[in-house]
């Protein structure tokens, strides 16, 4: 028997190993533990915060003190 024989069988088993892959990918992700930690994720854009200050503006302050 050599490999080529096999071939049909590894192609089923790949087939197989993929769709558990995604499978278990899509459970993890869809897991409902995980929901708090996607909504601050996507409320991120959303947030008013003020933007940092730039390096050179800082140093500036710092030289008035």
């Known amino acids: 028997m050599s ?16 769709f558990v892959l995604f499978v278990f990918v899509i459970t993890y992700v869809m897991a409902p533990r995980r929901r708090r930690g996607y909504e601050h994720a996507g409320d991120i854009p959303l947030r008013d915060e003020q933007p940092a200050a730039r390096p050179d503006q800082r140093r500036d302050s710092l030289d008035a003190d």
């Not at 069988?9 to 993929?18: A, D, E, H, R, T």
């Open 3 to 18: 490999l080529l024989d096999l071939q049909p069988v590894f192609s089923i088993l790949w087939v197989v190993w993929f």
